[in-house]
């Protein structure tokens, strides 16, 4: 079994330290806090099985790591186009490719992603994929919510959940502004 070896950076946030891992090629691996460290080596071993990711520190900022903090800064648009790479089942990778296709400020519920994948029947394993999303963030597993409009659970805390939520609403209300104020200036 190969093993992969991941650059590692701890990135400070508004919300807790982020840890932000990529490869060689600049491709993003993993997003997880901190505080939630060893849940991400279970999804790593999970991804890639046990001892075959090896984690070294980075010796400078990556793209990834410059795109995520142009994101906590308020360009949430900074991160939609970053490289990802990731293991995974075939059906987990579908739902992840899905995830990426939530609009930042926008939520849909566990239901509607399912129905989006043509799995209408398959809440439960959306879900469960969801769940096991390396990449949080950049493959936005918090914009899923229950049913019910209710905040359901995320892997680094319902409290990070709630601050990215209301983060992307407040960028999203301001983008009309935003397009405004600039044909204002560029007409002047």
Same mark, same amino acid.
Request: charged share 20%; hydrophobic share 40%.
């Given at each position: 079994?190969?093993?992969?070896?991941?650059?590692?950076?701890?990135?400070?946030?508004?919300?807790?330290?982020?840890?932000?891992?990529?490869?060689?090629?600049?491709?993003?691996?993993?997003?997880?806090?901190?505080?939630?460290?060893?849940?991400?080596?279970?999804?790593?071993?999970?991804?890639?099985?046990?001892?075959?990711?090896?984690?070294?520190?980075?010796?400078?900022?990556?793209?990834?790591?410059?795109?995520?903090?142009?994101?906590?800064?308020?360009?949430?648009?900074?991160?939609?186009?970053?490289?990802?790479?990731?293991?995974?089942?075939?059906?987990?990778?579908?739902?992840?490719? =899905? !995830?990426? *296709?939530?609009? %930042? @400020?926008?939520?849909?519920?566990?239901?509607? +992603? &399912?129905?989006?994948? /043509?799995?209408?029947?398959?809440?439960?394993?959306?879900?469960?994929?969801?769940?096991?999303?390396?990449?949080?963030?950049?493959?936005?597993?918090?914009?899923?919510?229950?049913?019910?409009? =209710? !905040?359901? *659970?995320?892997? %680094? @805390?319902?409290?990070?959940?709630?601050?990215? +939520? &209301?983060?992307?609403? /407040?960028?999203?209300?301001?983008?009309?502004?935003?397009?405004?104020?600039?044909?204002?200036?560029?007409?002047?």
């Amino acid at each position: 079994m190969p093993v992969h070896t991941f650059l590692l950076e701890r990135v400070p946030t508004p919300i807790g330290r982020m840890l932000v891992l990529t490869d060689a090629q600049a491709h993003l691996r993993a997003v997880d806090w901190e505080d939630y460290e060893s849940r991400m080596h279970l999804l790593l071993q999970r991804q890639y099985g046990r001892g075959a990711v090896q984690l070294q520190d980075a010796a400078q900022p990556s793209q990834a790591s410059r795109a995520l903090q142009a994101y906590f800064d308020g360009d949430v648009d900074a991160i939609s186009d970053l490289p990802v790479a990731f293991g995974g089942t075939r059906f987990q990778q579908q739902v992840w490719h =899905a !995830l990426r *296709g939530i609009e %930042g @400020g926008s939520t849909i519920s566990y239901c509607t +992603l &399912a129905t989006r994948i /043509a799995r209408p029947t398959a809440v439960r394993a959306v879900g469960l994929a969801n769940g096991a999303n390396p990449v949080g963030i950049v493959i936005p597993c918090h914009r899923v919510i229950g049913a019910n409009a =209710a !905040l359901t *659970g995320y892997g %680094g @805390g319902l409290h990070r959940k709630r601050w990215l +939520l &209301a983060h992307e609403a /407040a960028w999203r209300s301001a983008q009309p502004q935003r397009r405004t104020e600039a044909a204002l200036s560029t007409s002047s």
